[in-house]
């Protein structure tokens, strides 16, 4: 039987955790919590890429504050690195400050780590008890595991529609079918993502900043343009800063690739052979630029291209108690040729956000 008081300081690790969303990326989102002999606790997590990982954020708090963690437990979400990067090893700074015991939630999927903190921490005489809560470690840092462990980013579809289907009226009038509670709720997910996509019929329809606004993120996603024939506009919104725009093109026109790069966005073309994008390359190539989640925010023919390609890992839909009648669908799929070809979801949750119903689902294969 786990001791309550080991559950009760991993689930406030994984509070601290939540700090580092809109921080953290491309590094996981790590909370750590320093247990004291006579009972103290300090508590860290991960900073920004390139500062103090959770387990260091901790110990430089406890050395802020003259506090031994000699014979300490330490209480950490993910695995402690063991590796060199823009840091020094957290396990060999837990080894340094003396800490008797660690409970770790998850293991970290990262190569350079993968068992090895532990084997180094245990190699130190630490005693560690390892995979408590490990599926809500997981689920934090969902997008990293996916990164790690399949080279590509975790893919969040977000759609917001009536509840009989439709994102806007025939004519395109959308604004608004959800509420503001509903779109408010839509901003604490853009903020966990490090990458937005879109396509070009969205940014040429509504000139969207896709921008996290309402919460503390320390640097805007990365806004991601499907855009065959290199059409986005040099002046749209989503190009200003702050943060960066990536325009993925499928055919060569340098004079529109350079206009585009002039207005301060990059740009790459990755031909699928049909002048389409190469959507399986592009997220082989977001995952190579350290994108871990990847919000989805763009019309039914993207939409119906992922999921038809099987690159949707998860559902976002917000769905409105409004009857359209006709409209714009969510996504363009084609029609199954019977109903056990029809793809089949698994929701994983349904939450009323004021007036409107959130619901997250996920392939079941």
Request: charged share 20%; aromatic share 4%.
């Amino acid at each position: 039987m786990t001791p309550y008081a080991d559950l009760t300081h991993m689930r406030r690790a994984l509070e601290l955790a939540q700090r580092s969303i809109g921080l953290s990326d491309p590094n996981p989102r790590v909370g750590c919590v320093m247990v004291t002999t006579d009972g103290r606790t300090i508590e860290g997590h991960t900073q920004q890429a390139g500062s103090a990982h959770a387990e260091a954020h901790a110990i430089q708090l406890a050395q802020a504050q003259g506090i031994s963690l000699r014979d300490a437990s330490a209480y950490v979400t993910l695995e402690p690195c063991s590796h060199f990067g823009r840091t020094p090893p957290c396990a060999d700074a837990l080894i340094a400050a003396g800490i008797r015991r660690v409970v770790v939630a998850a293991g970290d999927p990262n190569p350079l780590v993968a068992g090895q903190g532990i084997a180094r921490l245990r190699a130190a005489g630490i005693e560690v008890i390892t995979d408590l809560l490990s599926g809500e470690a997981r689920e934090l840092n969902i997008g990293f595991f996916s990164r790690m462990e399949r080279g590509r980013p975790w893919v969040r579809l977000k759609v917001a529609a009536s509840i009989d289907g439709h994102t806007a009226l025939p004519d395109g009038t959308s604004q608004w079918i959800t509420s503001t509670s509903a779109r408010s709720d839509g901003q604490r997910w853009r903020a966990r993502a490090n990458g937005i996509l879109t396509g070009i019929g969205t940014v040429l329809a509504d000139d969207p900043r896709l921008d996290v606004r309402e919460q503390p993120v320390r640097h805007q996603p990365l806004r991601v343009v499907l855009d065959s024939q290199w059409r986005t506009p040099p002046q749209a919104r989503l190009l200003a800063a702050p943060g960066q725009a990536l325009i993925v093109g499928a055919t060569a026109d340098a004079a529109r690739q350079h206009a585009l790069q002039s207005a301060g966005a990059d740009v790459l073309a990755l031909c699928g052979g049909d002048a389409h994008v190469d959507l399986p390359a592009l997220l082989t190539e977001l995952g190579r630029r350290g994108i871990n989640e990847l919000h989805v925010e763009a019309g039914a023919s993207l939409n119906g291209a992922l999921i038809r390609a099987g690159l949707v890992d998860e559902y976002l839909l917000y769905l409105a108690p409004k009857l359209l009648g006709s409209g714009r669908g969510m996504w363009a799929t084609g029609t199954p040729a019977s109903l056990a070809e029809a793809p089949t979801l698994r929701f994983t949750e349904v939450t009323q956000i004021g007036p409107d119903l959130r619901i997250l689902a996920r392939p079941t294969t």
